[in-house]
């Protein structure tokens, strides 16, 4: 088994704030994702990564940049956080790419823009 | 229209009762993945279906790629069965991202 960490659990920001966002997992995967989940709706995918040093753009890219540091570990960066936002922000990982590869999620970083 | 789409969009039922929650896909699909959220935010994997039926517990659910549908069924539900139940897949050819449904909300009674 593995498990797939997520700092800060909370994050408080203000208007046109840089925030980032850590994710860390052990299960040794090589791809990577990063969603975003606003209330009463599915998961949108942002960025996704499938080996170290490599970055894909999602569905919901715009006003966010990821960085896959090494093969554990993929950052998201919010690069003007949008006053009022309420989100919260899920990383996932996945042996491989594709439909024959399930995906383990972390706990989650909520994000209040005050 | 949504590639995905669950339903109901929220139930409630009685404990040691049950239903079943679907999702429905527009178009071509390879896999399905069931998830609950729970009250922490938290998303569990239930299921990973390529095809036919899988059970866990008092969980089993369906996959039919051909009618282009799949099936969560819960049996005999606890209160800890209370969340948000989410089905997501592969839609489309080619597709190398999960779409998530809007899921449902599920709520479980005394």
């Known amino acids: 088994g593995g498990i797939i960490t997520q700092t800060p659990k909370f994050l408080i920001g203000q208007e046109g704030q840089k925030l980032t966002l850590k994710c860390q997992q052990n299960?040794?995967?090589?791809?990577m994702y990063w969603y975003r989940q606003d209330s009463g709706k599915g998961l949108r995918l942002i960025y996704y990564s499938i080996t170290e040093n490599d970055l894909q753009k999602g569905d919901l890219s715009e006003g966010y940049d990821a960085s896959r540091e090494k093969k554990s570990s993929f950052s998201l960066t919010v690069t003007s956080a949008q006053k009022n936002e309420m989100a919260v922000f899920l990383c996932?990982?996945?042996?491989?790419?594709?439909?024959?590869?399930?995906?383990?999620f972390g706990p989650g970083t909520r994000l209040t823009v005050l | 229209g949504d590639q995905v789409e669950q339903s109901p969009s929220a139930l409630s039922l009685h404990e040691g009762t049950g239903s079943a929650l679907r999702c429905n896909f527009t178009t071509t699909m390879r896999a399905v993945q069931w998830f609950q959220q729970n009250s922490r935010g938290s998303l569990i994997n239930l299921f990973y279906l390529a095809s036919g039926t899988k059970e866990n517990g008092r969980l089993k659910s369906t996959f039919n790629s051909k009618e282009s549908y799949s099936t969560l069924h819960i049996r005999d539900a606890q209160l800890e069965d209370s969340g948000t139940y989410f089905c997501a897949a592969e839609v489309g050819e080619g597709a190398d991202r999960l779409t998530f449904g809007k899921g449902t909300q599920l709520i479980i009674q005394p």
């Open positions: 996932a990982s996945s042996m491989g790419l594709g439909h024959s590869y399930e995906q383990y």
């Open positions: 299960f040794n995967h090589d791809t």
